[in-house]
């Protein structure tokens, strides 16, 4: 069993930048696949990258790609999500999710834990 708790999210202007922290108890870290999902406001939840087992590959969605980075503290048990230019349309609850499994996983039914999310609301 993993417990995965996010936090870092906040209101933040366009332009700016936030990382968010997924950290994890109760298993090592460094043998799940990590990924970040985020779901806004009357849409459908949303693959936004994701780090494999072992951390060695990070896949991103098409938009976020060259803005937001996935990396990996495997001693702290943490995975971050370093968000920068933000937009607007970046508003959204962010939910970090692991599965004990190699390969990229991209969308939310392969992952097996969930944290609770973090609020990121992006003014323009």
């Known amino acids: 069993q993993v417990q995965l708790v996010e936090s870092g999210g906040g209101l933040v202007q366009a332009g700016g930048s936030l990382r968010l922290s997924c950290a994890a108890s109760g298993r090592t870290f460094s043998s799940y696949a990590v990924g970040w999902f985020r779901e806004a406001p009357g849409k459908e939840r949303e693959f936004v990258g994701t780090?494999?087992?072992?951390?060695?590959?990070?896949t991103y969605a098409d938009s976020v790609k060259g803005r937001f980075t996935i990396s990996r503290d495997n001693a702290k048990n943490t995975v971050y999500l370093q968000m920068n230019s933000l937009k607007p349309e970046d508003t959204a609850v962010y939910y970090c999710?692991?599965?004990?499994?190699?390969?990229?996983?991209?969308?939310?039914?392969?992952?097996?834990?969930w944290g609770q999310g973090t609020q990121v609301t992006v003014s323009s």
């Open positions: 780090t494999s087992w072992g951390g060695r590959s990070t």
């Open positions: 999710a692991a599965a004990p499994q190699t390969g990229v996983l991209t969308t939310d039914r392969q992952y097996y834990y």
